[in-house]
C-alpha cells in the first residue's frame, strides 16, 4: 500500500508505520487463535456432552473469536493487494463488528456464571441449566444481529450490498459519529468491564473467606481473575477510548487525525489479543481442560502409530 492514505477531504493520514506492524499484529493474533480457539471447541463440547452449562457460554465464545480471527487475512492482504470485492469487504465489515462486541458478551455470560455458582451456590440455579445458558446464548446473538440489522437498514444498505461500501473511514472523522461511539464506548465496554469487574470481586471475596480453599488454590484463582480483566482491558480498552478521544476531538480537525492515525490502527489490531488470549485463560489455565486436551493428543499419537504400524 502507499504511504499515504487521502480521505475524502483532502486529509493526508502517514501510514507508513502501521504498514509494517499492524498486519504482524494480525498474523500473530491469526496464527495463535486458530488452533487454541480450535481446542477450545473441543473441550467445549466434551462439557456440553458432560451437561455442563459452562461449555455452551464457551463454545459460543470460541465460535465469535473464530469468526473474528478469520477476518484478519482479509486485512492482513489489504495492505499488499487491493481486493475489489465490495461484497467480501461489506461482509467482512459486518461479521468484524457484530463478533467483536459479541465476545465481551459472552465473557461476562461466563463470568456471571462463575459468580453465581460460586457466591450463590444454592440459588439462582435455575439460572445455570442447560436450557438457561442456551437461551442467554440466543439472546446475545438476537441483540446484536439486530443491532446491526437496523444501522444497515437506516443506511438503505441491503439494497445496495454489493456496489456500494458499509463502513468507508473518513479523515478527519465525521460529527455524526459521536453519538454512535459514545453508545458504543458505554454499552460494549463499559458496561462489560463493570461486570467483569464485579463478578472477579465477589468470586475473590467468597473464595478468600473460604476455609476449604487452600492458599494455593486461591492465588491460582485470583491470578486467573486478574488476567482476565487484564486481557480484556489491553484488548478493547486502546481502540475504545481512542474512537470516543477521536468523536469528541477531531471532526473538522485534520492535524488531529494525522497525529492519533497510527494509534488508531495500533489500537483496533490489538482487538485481535482477545481472540488469542480466550483459549488460554479458559483451557490452557484449566486443569480439567489441560487434561481434556492431553488426552486428545494422547488418542492422536496412539491413532498415527497404528497407522504408521500398518505401512
Partial sequence: MDNVTQSNSNCSVDTSVESVLVPSM???????????????IYVACLHVKRDNEIGIYLLNLSVVDILYTLTLPYWFMEYIIVIPNKALYNVLIIVMYSTMYLSPAFLCCISMNRYLA?????????????????????????????????????????STFASSLVYVEVYPMKSTLFVEYIARFSAGFCLPLTLLLFCSHRIFKAIEGSITTVKKEKKKIAKLLFQLILVYVISFGPYQIVMLVRSLVEPGNCNFAQKTYTFYKVAFALTGLNCAADPIIYCLLCESAKCDI?????????NLQRLYAKF
Wanted: proline share 3%; net charge positive; with cysteine.
Fill in 294 to 302: 492431553s488426552n486428545f493428543f494422547m488418542r492422536m499419537k496412539i
Fill in 26 to 40: 494480525y498474523m500473530a493474533s491469526f496464527l495463535v487463535s486458530i488452533p487454541g480457539n480450535c481446542l477450545s
Fill in 118 to 158: 460460586i457466591v450463590h451456590p444454592l440459588r439462582f440455579f435455575g439460572l445455570r441449566t442447560v436450557r438457561a445458558t442456551i437461551l442467554a446464548s440466543s439472546v446475545c446473538w438476537t441483540i446484536q444481529l439486530m443491532f446491526h440489522a437496523l444501522l444497515l437498514h437506516r443506511q438503505n444498505f441491503f
